[in-house]
């Protein structure tokens, strides 16, 4: 083991929280050139992020402190039983790590098929077969293998303390607790783990405090092997579920090239497939480019600027459908996918008035929570991570013993072609299920540098709206001179080829109503999304080197630039 794993930092809750005092809002005033940035979805997670940078962290350390100290206060989506993908730029150069949840080997094709061959929707988002193999403690003991600087111990240990001693329960977690109670009870073991939650009480969680210790003391080996792992198979054989002791051991995280292009004056770097994300980001913004005199001079958020939105959208999603899959898989045409010349094809059918038919747009050649942060350190390093246990609390099952939920990231693969998924997305044969195949993603933990330095660290949950959303944000900021705080207050609006036609906005900041009835006018239905969507966290350093971070007003989160 190349990193030391001794000298644990025993901290208190009491002293974790006394930082929250120092770590920002939601917004925080611009920083200087050579100051480091968290954007985080938890305030608890944010001053961790910034004690660790503080003690000598680099941006590495910061976001394996980040995620597992979610991985506590925000259960819903903050993880060691799910997944996801984290876009780095290091020392000048970029890398990506795909820590996605796997299928286990015993998964097949038609795993939710009833015998009459319809899909079972419930089965793959609820309870122990829903489960993919968990990615991401292997993930983040690879990032720190690779780039870390601390010990790992010391990165664990505000997790264990905030899990051993416990923290003031958020009312927010309260409600997102209530909210999935109905659909969890009598399937899982939720309620037994979450069902006591009061808002202002300490909510300590004493089964995933010895977790976390495990993963302080043996590193990716304390979740994989041994107790935990043992714990794991025995939750999957109370349950029917999949998952055995060689999934476990075997699972691997994958260093992949990111995807990567220019764009304007940037070069952008974001995730490859398994993720759909880094695909679409790409495409939106180069036919976009392509069709600069189409939206030259639109209002922002304008009927016609929407309706070109919706156009791209549209095609985007149905190449999606068609083509993409885990490229260990499958071969995803995706060179192909990216050419100035394929796009100018897609382009050129765009309507420029009226919604395009949907089913004439094909592939040319097809409750929700997951959670992202940025980072930034003293040294220009940056982290943009994305992970997940896919909906709100995932499968909803709590490994008995060891105290953390398992995703219920198998709900992402097709369960039959042009089945849409919790999302409504669609898909077909390259994301059929397979055993130890990645299930396809639209996170997209996305870096842009100008000149070889970080420019922008940006990425959302949202499921299907994640790229959407990426892609709106930086479009506001570079086209519309938005600030970060006005970037992520904008309004935002999706549309994803199916429903038909169908455009959605974030229910908090709707559309005002004369561009709802302009579009009507066009053919779409408009209505508001229904869920919240985005939760964006961004960190942007202007050509002057002026730093700024934000984390999305619509949720809980907590941004802070740190002076050099
Ligand atoms: O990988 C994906 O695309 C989904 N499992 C992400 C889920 C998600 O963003 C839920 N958040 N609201």
């Known amino acids: 083991m190349a990193k030391s794993m001794s000298q644990p930092v025993a901290k208190s809750v009491a002293w974790i929280a006394s930082l929250l005092l120092f770590v920002g809002g939601f917004y925080t005033s611009p920083g200087q050139a050579g100051d480091a940035a968290v954007a985080s979805p938890e305030p608890l997670a944010t001053a961790v992020a910034v004690e660790v940078l503080e003690r000598g962290g680099n941006a590495v350390d910061a976001a394996v402190a980040v995620a597992f100290t979610l991985a506590v206060t925000l259960p819903d989506a903050g993880n060691i039983g799910g997944g996801g993908f984290m876009t780095l730029s290091m020392n000048g150069a970029t890398a990506f790590l795909d820590y996605r949840e796997t299928a286990p080997a015993a998964a097949h094709r038609d795993l939710y098929l009833d015998a009459n061959g319809d899909v079972m929707s419930e089965a793959s988002l609820t309870g122990h077969r829903a489960v993919g193999t968990p990615g991401t403690v292997a993930g983040l003991w690879a990032a720190h293998q690779r780039y870390g600087s601390l010990p790992w111990a010391s990165l664990v240990a505000p997790a264990i303390a905030l899990a051993r001693d416990g923290f003031d329960t958020p009312a927010w977690l309260v409600s997102y607790a209530e909210d999935i109670r109905e659909r969890f009870s009598g399937t899982t073991n939720f309620e037994r783990y979450f069902g006591e939650l009061r808002a202002g009480e300490l909510f300590a969680q004493p089964e995933l405090a010895r977790t976390l ?127 100035e010349n394929y796009l100018r094809e897609r382009i050129a059918t765009v309507n420029p008035i009226e919604p395009s038919i949907t089913e004439s747009v094909r592939g040319g050649l097809e409750p929700r929570h997951t959670t992202h942060f940025s980072i930034l350190d003293f040294d220009g390093n940056a982290v943009s991570n994305t992970y997940t246990l896919n909906t709100d609390f995932g499968s909803g099952v709590v490994v008995t013993g060891a105290g953390f939920l398992l995703n219920n990231e198998m709900d992402d693969f097709s369960a039959a072609p042009g089945q849409p998924n919790y999302y409504g997305v669609v898909g077909d044969e390259a994301n059929a299920i397979a055993p130890n195949k990645r299930m396809l993603s639209s996170m997209a933990p996305t870096i842009l540098r100008r000149d070889g330095k970080v420019a922008m660290v940006v990425g959302a949950m949202g499921g299907s709206t994640i790229f959407t959303t990426v892609y709106q944000v930086i479009v506001n900021l570079e086209d519309y001179a938005m600030d970060p705080r006005d970037a992520l207050a904008a309004t935002r609006v999706h549309h994803q080829l199916y429903p038909v036609n169908t455009i959605t906005y974030s229910p908090t900041t709707p559309l005002p109503e004369a561009t709802v009835a302009a579009l009507q006018e066009r053919g779409y239905v408009v209505i508001p999304h229904d869920w919240e969507f985005g939760n964006v966290q961004l960190i942007t350093v202007d050509a002057e080197g002026t730093v700024r971070a934000a984390s999305d007003h619509r949720f809980q989160g907590r941004a802070s630039v740190l002076a050099r």
């Open 213 to 339: 210790e495990h993963i302080a003391s043996h590193g990716q080996d304390g979740f994989y092997r041994g107790a935990v792992a043992d714990a794991i198979v025995a939750e999957m054989e109370r349950g029917d579920g999949l998952i055995t002791a060689e999934d476990l051991a075997d699972y691997k995280p994958v260093w992949r090239r990111p995807l990567s292009a220019a764009w304007r004056d940037y070069e952008l770097v974001t995730a490859p497939l398994p993720s759909s994300g880094g695909f679409a980001i790409i495409q939106f913004l180069k036919m976009r480019d392509l069709l600069t005199s189409a939206f030259a001079g639109l209002a922002h958020n304008s009927p016609q600027y929407l309706h070109l939105k919706a156009e791209l959208e549209k095609r985007i999603f149905a190449d999606r459908a068609r083509y993409l899959g885990d490229p260990d898989f499958v071969d995803v045409p995706l060179r192909s996918l990216l050419t």
